[in-house]
């Protein structure tokens, strides 16, 4: 090989090189950044109480009043409640305490007008806590999964895992 012929071999991978190297710095700083976390879900302005003042009571649903806000793409957060269940009351207590602290109102439903409606779909078991985004449940407690157990057994987790999406 001539001597010009590998002095434009090595300016062309001198030439890669920086490309490379510049294109993975752009993606290291994206990622530090957060430009590849899935976006917060923001609730619709009347789900937030005025000063912060939430009094931790919810705003119980019947399955037609819960179709009628996903068929008007609302974003609200609601508890699938059941009567009689220690871990319902359990999550329940969670999902009154942060509605005090963050100021955030949280509808319910009980699981017999739930199995009445789209939310049955996704949320199979009770009780849970569903995130609904634009008319959309994006992401719920699963009562039946080992993954979700802590959420349902400490109120640090139940709150780290909603504040991670809202």
């Given at each position: 090989?001539?001597?010009?012929?590998?002095?434009?071999?090595?300016?062309?991978?001198?030439?890669?090189?920086?490309?490379?190297?510049?294109?993975?710095?752009?993606?290291?700083?994206?990622?530090?950044?957060?430009?590849?976390?899935?976006?917060?879900?923001?609730?619709?302005?009347?789900?937030?109480c005025?000063?912060?003042?939430?009094?931790?009571?919810?705003?119980?649903?019947?399955?037609?009043?819960?179709?009628?806000?996903?068929?008007?793409?609302?974003?609200?957060?609601?508890?699938?409640?059941?009567?009689?269940?220690?871990?319902?009351?359990?999550?329940?207590?969670?999902?009154?305490?942060?509605?005090?602290?963050?100021?955030?109102?949280?509808?319910?439903?009980?699981?017999?007008?739930?199995?009445?409606?789209?939310?049955?779909?996704?949320v199979?078991?009770?009780?849970?806590?569903?995130?609904?985004?634009?008319?959309?449940?994006?992401?719920?407690?699963?009562?039946d999964?080992?993954?979700?157990?802590?959420r349902?057994?400490?109120?640090?987790?139940?709150?780290?895992?909603?504040?991670?999406?809202?």
């Amino acid at each position: 090989m001539s001597k010009d012929k590998k002095k434009q071999m090595g300016i062309l991978g001198l030439a890669i090189a920086l490309v490379v190297v510049l294109a993975g710095s752009i993606i290291f700083v994206g990622a530090v950044s957060g430009w590849f976390d899935d976006p917060k879900i923001s609730l619709d302005e009347e789900y937030y109480c005025e000063n912060s003042s939430c009094d931790g009571s919810f705003t119980n649903l019947t399955a037609e009043e819960y179709e009628a806000l996903i068929n008007n793409h609302k974003s609200f957060v609601i508890f699938v409640d059941q009567g009689g269940c220690h871990t319902a009351d359990r999550l329940r207590g969670y999902i009154e305490d942060y509605s005090r602290e963050s100021g955030i109102k949280f509808y319910r439903i009980m699981f017999a007008d739930a199995k009445d409606s789209s939310l049955h779909e996704y949320v199979k078991y009770y009780p849970s806590a569903a995130i609904i985004s634009k008319g959309k449940p994006v992401v719920w407690l699963h009562a039946d999964s080992d993954e979700d157990a802590e959420r349902y057994n400490n109120y640090d987790e139940f709150k780290a895992w909603i504040q991670n999406y809202l």
